[in-house]
């Protein structure tokens, strides 16, 4: 398997950015997902790798050679796309055989590598099935398996999962995670979905409208967001953000929420967005004197069974809490929120940078 | 006033059978949540509730009122599906304002009102857009709104939430929520998303193959419930189902779980109840958050296992755990470190530990 490298690559479709400035470096062996909104560049930079289009700047290198001219057929790379495109007339084993018999490989070797993949995937059983006998999540195996037979230097993945339901998109992707362990594949995979590439990822680099805006593990995305974008769209329920300003010395005071909060290490006047993340923020019975309190009510409660997602309204805002188990509210009632400030991002009201991070 | 009685409910196409002789009471005002996969019968439910399909036999009673004879129009029902039915040539604020024109409303009134609605919906900026201009999420929220903006008594929906997209579900969740208690209506939501039914209706009823498997608030079908589906569907991730068998006797039993060892059962009552399926294999159902890990010379109840795949999903990290064919996962807290390959106990918390007859998935009880 193989490094991919993106070196300041750009591609633009008439004034229209696709992507710009990408620097990117997978590393051999790695599970790495480019994470975003629709249209946020994601795919194009898989087709990028791919060979179906060209950078209009930057360059392109697969396992440490410059691939240049090179189309998609030479660099060997494996695409498994959201819409699984099975041949409807083949069995699922034919399918798996498909681009071996292509390649003209002789019919044992076929069949032996076939019966390795197969076993890979746990589909043995299924190898006789059609497709239309075949459920969606083994339709999907097979897709993948397909990819798996060719043996090549990456596999690129676009949403290889997002047309299955929650619950065996669940397994699939713990089952794509063991694959990747096993067989030492370089995986990009290209997902919307937080949770699933939180889950999934060695590494996430996450788009904003054709750019990186940050690329990092799992954890660090989501405990250290270098910006108000990043933090908004990791994590669910989302973080909560308070705008107001920060004074001289680290002292945040909410606009439209009661709040003033001391931030060691937050520097520059000026307006700010305080976030916070759900599960950070605690609540108490009213009067309780803590610190960095703010007075609430009880707005909703969903009750989730392993834990509750609370809204609380605050001054004019709703903020969401995360309190772990089966806590009880009533609607109405007031409380007092606990706020840690070593639990509080701050970002720059105005560009959405970071300020501060969470300690 | 709007309460809605089930007695009996029975659809059958040709040989299928849709709902199987269905009984649910729903209270005024309650939110009652339809909860089930694809093929459940939930849908065909609420379209028999909305008049547009007709029961094969049973009674649908509004306020004790028949309906068999009182046609889809006439029954003062608000229906919302999941592919929003709006007019693509109207504008926002005419397709508010619809509903209440085709009543023949005073001008001002149905002026107040869409603003009102639209205030409700956050579309305030949005009502002299056309609706080809709308995203996705707001075209949802126009739906919603022009449905709620004739205040049915009683309102229907239909998956209304599931093609918008993660974050813009949970925010609409709850103004759904805050939309109920302001109007007071019964409603009546049809889902296949459990967390959806558990943050929204005050009871959910939950359904298979056509048959209501049980009907309860959200938290007692979490804890409670009733068989190995209700257990298996409810929760994510879904509740740890191991099969076990009751072995020993003579005040000492315990839970075998072969390659996961054994583990002492307390609870004498339960005891008593598996007695009869005894020699038979149980399953055993116990919570992700219930369950915890601990280090292999750890004494009390637990289960041997190996850690297979551990993942960090923000608030929480989900450890995944074999013992021999026995698959687990354990939900522990943010930034949890643990080796691949670890040698754990999953220690069985107690008075949360399920069981169930292996045979008839029927809950035995919790230890």
């Given at each position: 398997?193989?490094?991919?490298?993106?070196?300041?690559?750009?591609?633009?479709?008439?004034?229209?950015?696709?992507?710009?400035?990408?620097?990117?470096?997978?590393?051999?062996?790695?599970?790495?997902?480019?994470?975003?909104?629709?249209?946020?560049?994601?795919?194009?930079?898989?087709?990028?790798?791919?060979?179906?289009?060209?950078?209009?700047?930057?360059?392109?290198?697969?396992?440490?050679?410059?691939?240049?001219?090179?189309?998609?057929?030479?660099?060997?790379?494996?695409?498994?796309?959201?819409?699984?495109?099975?041949?409807?007339?083949?069995?699922?084993?034919?399918?798996?055989?498909?681009?071996?018999?292509?390649?003209?490989?002789?019919?044992?070797?076929?069949?032996?590598?076939?019966?390795?993949?197969?076993?890979?995937?746990?589909?043995?059983?299924?190898?006789?099935?059609?497709?239309?006998?075949?459920?969606?999540?083994?339709?999907?195996?097979?897709?993948?398996?397909?990819?798996?037979?060719?043996?090549?230097?990456?596999?690129?993945?676009?949403?290889?999962?997002?047309?299955?339901?929650?619950?065996?998109?669940?397994?699939?992707?713990?089952?794509?995670?063991?694959?990747?362990?096993?067989?030492?594949?370089?995986?990009?995979?290209?997902?919307?979905?937080?949770?699933?590439?939180?889950?999934?990822?060695?590494?996430?680099?996450?788009?904003?409208?054709?750019?990186?805006?940050?690329?990092?593990?799992?954890?660090?995305?989501?405990?250290?967001?270098?910006?108000?974008?990043?933090?908004?769209?990791?994590?669910?329920?989302?973080?909560?953000?308070?705008?107001?300003?920060?004074?001289?010395?680290?002292?945040?005071?909410?606009?439209?929420?009661?709040?003033?909060v001391a931030l060691e290490g937050a520097d520059g006047a000026?307006?700010?967005?305080?976030?916070?993340?759900?599960?950070?923020?605690?609540?108490?019975?009213?009067?309780?004197?803590?610190?960095?309190?703010?007075?609430?009510?009880?707005?909703?409660?969903?009750?989730?069974?392993?834990?509750?997602?609370?809204?609380?309204?605050?001054?004019?805002?709703?903020?969401?809490?995360?309190?772990?188990?089966?806590?009880?509210?009533?609607?109405?009632?007031?409380?007092?929120?606990?706020?840690?400030?070593?639990?509080?991002?701050?970002?720059?009201?105005?560009?959405?940078?970071?300020?501060?991070?969470?300690? | 006033?709007?309460?809605?009685?089930?007695?009996?409910?029975?659809?059958?196409?040709?040989?299928?059978?849709?709902?199987?002789?269905?009984?649910?009471?729903?209270?005024?005002?309650?939110?009652?949540?339809?909860?089930?996969?694809?093929?459940?019968?939930?849908?065909?439910?609420?379209?028999?509730?909305?008049?547009?399909?007709?029961?094969?036999?049973?009674?649908?009673?509004?306020?004790?009122?028949?309906?068999?004879?009182?046609?889809?129009?006439?029954?003062?029902?608000?229906?919302?599906?999941?592919?929003?039915?709006?007019?693509?040539?109207?504008?926002?604020?005419?397709?508010?304002?619809?509903?209440?024109?085709?009543?023949?409303?005073?001008?001002?009134?149905?002026?107040?009102?869409?603003?009102?609605?639209?205030?409700?919906?956050?579309?305030?900026?949005?009502?002299?857009?056309?609706?080809?201009?709308?995203?996705v999420n707001e075209l949802q929220k126009v739906a919603i709104?022009?449905?709620?903006?004739?205040?049915?008594?009683?309102?229907?929906?239909?998956?209304?939430?599931?093609?918008?997209?993660?974050?813009?579900?949970?925010?609409?969740?709850?103004?759904?929520?805050?939309?109920?208690?302001?109007?007071?209506?019964?409603?009546?939501?049809?889902?296949?998303?459990?967390?959806?039914?558990?943050?929204?209706?005050?009871?959910?009823?939950?359904?298979?193959?056509?048959?209501?498997?049980?009907?309860?608030?959200?938290?007692?079908?979490?804890?409670?419930?009733?068989?190995?589906?209700?257990?298996?569907?409810?929760?994510?991730?879904?509740?740890?189902?191991?099969?076990?068998?009751?072995?020993?006797?003579?005040?000492?039993?315990?839970?075998?779980?072969?390659?996961?060892?054994?583990?002492?059962?307390?609870?004498?009552?339960?005891?008593?109840?598996?007695?009869?399926?005894?020699?038979?294999?149980?399953?055993?159902?116990?919570?992700?958050?219930?369950?915890?890990?601990?280090?292999?010379?750890?004494?009390?109840?637990?289960?041997?296992?190996?850690?297979?795949?551990?993942?960090?999903?923000?608030?929480?990290?989900?450890?995944?755990?074999?013992?021999?064919?026995?698959?687990?996962?354990?939900?522990?807290?943010?930034?949890?470190?643990?080796?691949?390959?670890?040698?754990?106990?999953?220690?069985?918390?107690?008075?949360?530990?399920?069981?169930?007859?292996?045979?008839?998935?029927?809950?035995?009880?919790?230890?």
């Amino acid at each position: 398997m193989a490094r991919l490298e993106l070196r300041n690559a750009s591609k633009y479709y008439g004034k229209t950015v696709a992507v710009r400035n990408i620097d990117l470096v997978v590393e051999d062996n790695e599970f790495f997902c480019i994470f975003g909104p629709p249209s946020s560049g994601k795919t194009t930079i898989l087709r990028l790798l791919l060979g179906l289009v060209a950078p209009d700047e930057g360059e392109i290198s697969i396992g440490g050679e410059a691939v240049g001219e090179q189309g998609p057929k030479e660099r060997n790379l494996a695409m498994v796309f959201q819409n699984l495109a099975l041949f409807p007339h083949m069995t699922a084993g034919q399918n798996l055989a498909f681009p071996l018999v292509e390649r003209k490989l002789e019919k044992a070797a076929i069949t032996a590598r076939v019966a390795e993949v197969a076993e890979t995937l746990h589909i043995t059983p299924l190898l006789d099935k059609m497709p239309a006998h075949l459920s969606g999540g083994e339709r999907q195996r097979v897709a993948i398996g397909r990819a798996l037979v060719r043996d090549p230097a990456a596999f690129l993945m676009d949403e290889p999962i997002a047309a299955l339901d929650a619950r065996l998109r669940e397994e699939m992707r713990v089952e794509l995670k063991r694959l990747q362990r096993e067989l030492h594949h370089t995986i990009v995979y290209v997902t919307h979905d937080q949770e699933e590439a939180m889950s999934i990822a060695d590494r996430i680099a996450v788009m904003e409208a054709g750019e990186i805006r940050q690329i990092g593990t799992p954890a660090e995305i989501y405990n250290l967001p270098n910006s108000r974008y990043v933090a908004e769209l990791i994590g669910a329920p989302p973080m909560n953000f308070v705008d107001g300003t920060l004074a001289d010395g680290g002292r945040f005071e909410g606009r439209d929420v009661p709040l003033s909060v001391a931030l060691e290490g937050a520097d520059g006047a000026g307006p700010a967005a305080l976030a916070v993340r759900p599960e950070d923020i605690g609540i108490d019975s009213a009067g309780s004197g803590n610190g960095a309190g703010v007075d609430a009510e009880i707005f909703e409660v969903e009750p989730l069974g392993a834990f509750t997602i609370v809204d609380v309204s605050v001054g004019e805002r709703i903020l969401k809490v995360q309190a772990p188990g089966q806590p009880r509210f009533t609607l109405g009632e007031q409380v007092r929120l606990a706020l840690d400030p070593d639990r509080c991002h701050l970002f720059h009201g105005e560009t959405g940078d970071l300020i501060r991070s969470a300690r | 006033m709007a309460s809605i009685s089930l007695a009996g409910l029975t659809k059958r196409f040709g040989d299928l059978t849709a709902v199987a002789s269905l009984d649910l009471e729903i209270r005024d005002k309650e939110f009652v949540a339809l909860l089930g996969p694809s093929g459940c019968g939930k849908t065909t439910t609420m379209n028999m509730i909305a008049g547009i399909e007709t029961p094969s036999e049973g009674q649908i009673l509004f306020d004790g009122r028949d309906m068999r004879t009182v046609p889809a129009n006439r029954r003062k029902v608000g229906f919302v599906f999941q592919n929003y039915a709006i007019f693509t040539h109207l504008s926002v604020r005419e397709n508010l304002a619809f509903g209440l024109k085709v009543r023949s409303l005073p001008k001002a009134d149905v002026e107040r009102r869409v603003a009102a609605m639209a205030q409700l919906m956050r579309l305030e900026d949005r009502l002299d857009w056309p609706t080809a201009k709308l995203s996705v999420n707001e075209l949802q929220k126009v739906a919603i709104g022009r449905s709620a903006i004739t205040e049915p008594e009683i309102f229907l929906l239909d998956e209304p939430l599931s093609n918008l997209d993660a974050a813009f579900r949970a925010f609409m969740r709850t103004e759904l929520k805050h939309l109920q208690h302001q109007f007071q209506q019964t409603m009546v939501y049809v889902t296949h998303d459990q967390i959806e039914a558990m943050s929204l209706a005050d009871r959910i009823a939950v359904m298979d193959l056509g048959v209501l498997q049980q009907y309860g608030s959200p938290i007692e079908v979490y804890n409670e419930p009733r068989n190995v589906f209700v257990a298996n569907f409810m929760g994510s991730p879904s509740m740890n189902l191991v099969p076990c068998r009751l072995a020993g006797g003579d005040g000492a039993y315990a839970l075998d779980f072969g390659e996961g060892g054994s583990a002492s059962v307390a609870d004498e009552d339960l005891k008593r109840r598996c007695k009869a399926a005894r020699d038979a294999t149980l399953v055993f159902g116990a919570r992700p958050e219930d369950l915890d890990i601990a280090p292999p010379g750890h004494d009390g109840p637990a289960i041997e296992a190996t850690v297979t795949f551990v993942e960090p999903i923000g608030p929480r990290t989900i450890v995944h755990l074999a013992a021999g064919e026995r698959r687990m996962k354990v939900a522990k807290g943010k930034q949890y470190g643990i080796e691949l390959g670890a040698r754990v106990k999953a220690v069985l918390p107690p008075g949360k530990c399920h069981l169930f007859d292996a045979e008839t998935g029927v809950a035995l009880g919790i230890a």
